[in-house]
């Protein structure tokens, strides 16, 4: 099994910016952390969770939302079996909980295409 935890989320105004962290531990089936696909999903109250980044084994791609696009960086540490989502110019409308996921394989950018999930963490973005 395959456990992630995020952290880095809080409470900011409009403009800030933020950088969420996702250590993962533990191996499925004898693989790495970098041989996972790992991606950034976030969901607003009321919402339906969405796709918000992604990075392919190896940091090969990147792949983002379009409304992050130019704003948000995803990266990864395969030493520190880390991946990160910097935030910068940060909105009201990226207020959500933000969960880290990762799959083994290509790049997807649906919820139900990913195995493990963390716990989320809680970004506000206040006007």
């Known amino acids: 099994q395959v456990q992630l935890v995020e952290s880095g989320g809080g409470l900011v105004q409009a403009g800030d910016s933020l950088r969420l962290s996702c250590a993962a531990s533990?191996?499925?089936?004898?693989?790495?952390?970098?041989?996972?696909?790992m991606g950034w999903f976030r969901q607003a109250p009321g919402k339906e969770r969405e796709f918000v980044a992604v990075?392919?084994?190896?940091?090969?791609?990147?792949n983002y939302a379009d409304s992050v696009k130019g704003r948000f960086t995803i990266a990864r540490d395969d030493a520190k079996n880390t991946v990160y989502l910097q935030m910068n110019s940060l909105k009201p409308a990226d207020t959500a909980i933000y969960y880290c996921?990762?799959?083994?394989?290509?790049?997807?950018?649906?919820?139900?295409?990913?195995?493990?999930w963390g716990q989320g963490t809680q970004v506000t973005v206040s006007s």
């Open positions: 990075i392919t084994h190896g940091g090969v791609s990147t």
């Open positions: 533990g191996r499925a089936s004898g693989r790495t952390f970098s041989s996972y696909t």
């Open positions: 996921a990762a799959r083994y394989g290509g790049t997807r950018f649906s919820v139900n295409e990913y195995d493990y």
